[in-house]
DNA sequence: ACTAGTATTCTAGAACG
DNA sequence: CGTTCTAGAATACTAGT
């Protein structure tokens, strides 16, 4: 043995080829677990037993560790796998230096041996570009990033020269996972070395291979779920957010305008008529803007003909009535719109903090805050809110700070457009012909109009006498403050209703905006998604038992390794053994977001859930 | 068979690559004997009878025979064998043309199944020059140039018929073989040449009831965690369109008052004390705050003084003003919230398209964009945006009209929030000394603006034209509009300006709200959450197969109605008619959608996904 | 040298479309 | 029948003793 032990990194000792760039690896290779990697060539198991792992794959994973080779093998983001994205160069240039041949076949024969598995790449399915992008990705549970230890795991299909020629257990796990998703990875373990997983018949054992490498498929694709789920969830903690964000900000955008309103009222004297379509320009939503929001005007925008604000406005003028009628009607159909919406969305709005009550960290009182809804969705999932983890409950203020959880708008978060944004209106404004420009029905000299103005505005004084000119003109009665004076309109939102301190009517009106059933639908959603993902979870390990008890009752002796499926990549085994069923202790999903996708160990994906970090297997999700 | 014989010579009918230089070559090729050669894709033997001859026969016979591409494949001397000196080129260049894909490796395992048979090269055995001169020669006894008519005597290597289809009870009883291997169990009770542990005990019966409930329970969660999935992604998607409309109207509110600020500052003078107390009182109270950074400003805004119209505000509104105050702080921090925020979850895998080669396509390398990620995402499900399935980047619009999705550019990191700080909203409008700021007061005739201002209250268009040259002259010099401003001719009503799809790309860059790419990953993980739970459906599919194998190989009766053959996952229920714990009893699909508690089908649930590619499983698909 | 495990090459099996 | 991924098989190589 001393002789003898290829080199691990580097090229082939046969090949004479000078290695220019890739040198040993010798000292980049470290055991990150300080496990006793004794050397190049040799590992050494639990027992503390020396093994040999064969020069395939120190050679492999020297490439694929090797940063100065990255151009043409490399480690997946997640450590889990490696991919190759252009095998003819690779074949070329590398593999000559580490190979006695250069055929990239070859390399995959050898991947294929020592059970790796390719990873199927679609192909971004859309556009056929040019270049097909070809990329091989392979994977094995055994071969991880900075896990030089697991080398030792993985095994090589040997020929059995004495064993049957069966071409069923080994070939019956691969088919199954042909089968199964895209990142199904045979078990490496189960057909490797001496403890096959032998049968009295080929039969069984193909049978049981089959089974658990069924159950592998599962549980992966239950690790991969759950890692889905979790992103799903984050975003939708930020959606959340924004949501509340928005909405506090467009309430206080709407009392902002009332107050202006309010304001103006009072300056002009209450009834100043023309106010009135001032007021209802500017609750439109921006005087330059048609208020037709975007959304259901789109396709009649266009055609959209003047007369909607101004014909709104000058009815204003006429009656008093209608003005009110005005308001609501547009407020009206601000939310016909919202409603046409694909439904929900109705008003459930987060109730503002308004009221004083804060006390309770009870944002919303009555209905149930997203945040209640987070906790219990995450009971079990013990700390939630984590370092990394966002706190379920999109507390607008991170910090520990307690503050009304709703914190206020910020409106800073609007800036950035401002220019693009404007741009239309702006340039509507510029244009001289705007006014003028349209056949008008009313005779108004535009320049003079423009003059008139020009003048208002420098002055004060013609200011002054512009108002009191205004407020000659008009004879309007009193004008109600719209703001708070109305009465509840609706409450679509029963939640609402029920909870705080009414809010303001009129602004319920006006946000249709984020609503909280929907949101709670989401939340419970997810839980419920968690829920059963952790329900599978003990599933599985139910099934396991099932098999595991079936293989012993037969008589059989579990194959070596055959739990394995990923059981312990970093020690922990799977018990198996015990009869006794778990189950309900399952069911925490929990916070983290460290699951490796390769080798999934229920037990682990479990603690893992829980809370505890368990992964030492850097492969995060990430 | 009329309608399928491919083209014999030239690229396959499938590729619609035209092939530039290889034009078919019917007319060149002939048969020499004078034989009857029908017409490509036929041949008639001596007999007289017609054969099919396969078309990869005939597409190599192109190939090879044509002279155009002696560079990637010619006959060799002597006509009876063919060389590929370049298999890498060959592969690129040539294959695509004639074939559906361009992996050499394919092309020899047609090879292979033709029964041709590679001669091996001994490379001039000494030097081993740099470039190994690869050279692949390929053989087949009735594969010659010229003798096209031979090509029907090539044969393809089926799959024996009456040979082992499956690998079941029956095929496997025949692969036992008396004197197995090392591992034989030996001991009793079990393997007969039925070659099954029939346990009469009953504890077989128990553990093959056992995994079958397990199953079920499996199935069932699977279920309902695509019932939950799609609950969620429906949710997410009103979220999003939510969050869009909500944006929208926020920043026409925020134009709205600004606007309104200016105007009064306008009309005031900028001097004015009561004015500033407005203004800040309005800023205060939601209105833009100042965009000078937020950071900045908090400080000094505590400080603000109450003056004239603020109080007036006060009057018309007690309450709030505390509150406003305090929350303006947390606005502050409620952004830094965000960024702070571990982020929208990474993406998972997805190869990063690392290597620098990949000269072409790569949009943006070596950040994951959220393209990329949907579209990996999306492998199989090719025909994303469906109708019940949304665009992964929901349209603004509710309505179907198809408006410009935001495929824009990479928002991604581009996080709203930071550029907050940025971009001092509405900083012109604010700004006093914008317009006509110079003071040149102008004369203000009262009988003029007697004149005006009736105009103005008797026409609704008047009162939107004041509106505007209001807008005009406060805005004081231009903004440019940016893109379609320009060619927006009418505008008759600044309102009409916005016009267009109301949902404008650069929107997405400023929006403060709807973090897009957030979304995108949203939809992005969704996907993939899909396809999980549909490889999840084929990985149960397999395990129900592989005990139900693994049942009959053991010649057991299947237990108490135990029916389910995996192998029909469609239709077929899991009757799992045990008493089976369905363990958690978590399992019920909450009533969700259409999914059938059963067994959940696979290509159905693609199906309401949109898609239409029922691929159960993604192996390679391009 | 003999042996055993490994490497490399060529061909075949299977699954799936 | 075609394409892809993986396994079988033959042969060659290498190390250990």
Chains 1, 2 share one sequence.
């Not at 020269?161 to 045979?186: D, H, K, S, Y």
């Not at 500017?282 to 048609?290: A, K, N, Y």
């Not at 507390?395 to 910020?410: D, L, Q, R, W």
């Not at 404007?422 to 510029?430: D, E, K, R, T």
């Amino acid at each position: 043995m001393s002789t003898g032990i290829n080199a691990v990194a580097g090229p082939s000792s046969t090949t004479s080829t000078p290695s220019p760039k890739i040198e040993p690896m010798s000292p980049p290779i470290m055991d990150e677990h300080g496990q006793a990697v004794s050397k190049q060539g040799l590992s050494v198991d639990e027992n503390g037993e020396v093994i040999k792992v064969p020069a395939f794959l120190n050679k492999l994973f020297s490439m694929v560790s090797d940063t100065s080779t990255d151009e043409l093998i490399y480690w997946s983001d997640s450590g889990d796998s490696f991919f190759v994205p252009n095998h003819e160069r690779f074949g070329k240039e590398l593999l000559p230096k580490f190979f006695k041949h250069s055929n990239f076949s070859s390399f995959v024969r050898q991947l294929n041996m020592y059970g790796f598995h390719k990873v199927p790449h679609l192909q971004s399915g859309v556009l056929k570009n040019e270049n097909p992008q070809e990329l091989w990705e392979f994977v094995n549970p055994f071969f991880k990033r900075g896990q030089q230890h697991l080398l030792s795991r993985v095994t090589r299909k040997n020929n059995r020269p004495g064993n049957i020629p069966m071409p069923t257990a080994a070939g019956a796990a691969a088919r199954v996972r042909a089968g199964a998703g895209p990142f199904l990875i045979t078990d490496g373990t189960v057909e490797g070395e001496s403890g096959m997983l032998v049968g009295p018949s080929g039969q069984q054992m193909l049978d049981i291979s089959a089974l658990s490498s069924n159950i592998a498929a599962l549980r992966q694709t239950q690790a991969s779920i759950v890692g889905d789920l979790k992103a799903l969830k984050t975003s939708q903690e930020h959606l959340w957010r924004q949501a509340l964000e928005s909405q506090e900000r467009h309430q206080k955008h709407q009392e902002t305008i009332d107050l202006i309103v309010t304001f103006l009222e009072r300056l002009f004297g209450t009834e100043g008529e023309g106010l009135k379509g001032l007021k209802e320009a500017l609750r439109r939503g921006g005087i330059g803007r048609p208020r037709e929001d975007s959304t259901s005007e789109e396709g009649v925008s266009k055609k959209r003909k003047r007369l909607g604000v101004d014909r709104m406005i000058g009815d204003g003028r006429d009656e008093d009535e209608d003005r009110r009628i005005d308001e609501s009607g547009r407020i009206v159909e601000l939310s016909s719109d919202q409603q046409t919406d694909p439904g929900q969305f109705s008003v459930p709005r987060i109730a503002r903090s308004r009221s004083s009550r804060q006390s309770s960290n009870q944002p919303m009182s009555t209905s149930v805050t997203p945040q209640e809804l987070w906790s219990s969705a995450s009971q079990r999932f013990t700390t939630l809110p984590t370092d990394d983890e966002p706190s379920p409950v999109p507390s607008t203020s991170t910090e520990g700070k307690p503050k009304p959880t709703y914190a206020p708008p910020n409106f800073d978060n609007l800036q950035p457009h401002e220019l693009n944004s404007l741009a239309p209106y702006g340039q509507h404004m510029l244009n001289p012909n705007n006014g003028a420009g349209t056949p008008a029905p009313y005779n108004l000299d535009p320049a003079l109009l423009q003059t008139t103005i020009g003048s208002l505005l420098q002055s004060p004084a013609a200011a002054q006498m512009f108002l009191n000119t205004l407020n000659n003109s008009v004879q309007g009665q009193a004008l109600q403050t719209p703001t708070k004076a109305a009465t509840q309109p609706n409450n679509y939102s029963p939640i609402a209703a029920q909870g705080e301190p009414s809010v303001d009517p009129t602004l319920a009106l006006f946000s249709p905006l984020p609503n909280h059933s929907a949101m709670m639908n989401d939340n419970a959603a997810l839980l419920k998604t968690y829920e059963d993902a952790a329900a599978m979870g003990t599933d599985v390990d139910k099934l396991q038992e099932s098999i595991d008890e079936l293989v012993r009752s037969m008589g059989l002796e579990l194959p070596n390794g055959y739990e394995g499926t990923g059981a312990s990549a970093d020690g922990t085994t799977m018990s198996v053994g015990n009869g006794s069923d778990h189950a309900s202790g399952h069911g925490q999903l929990g916070g983290e977001d460290t699951l490796g996708d390769a080798g999934f160990d229920v037990d682990e994906f479990l603690e893992q859930l829980g809370k505890t970090d368990g992964g030492t297997d850097g492969s995060g999700v990430p």
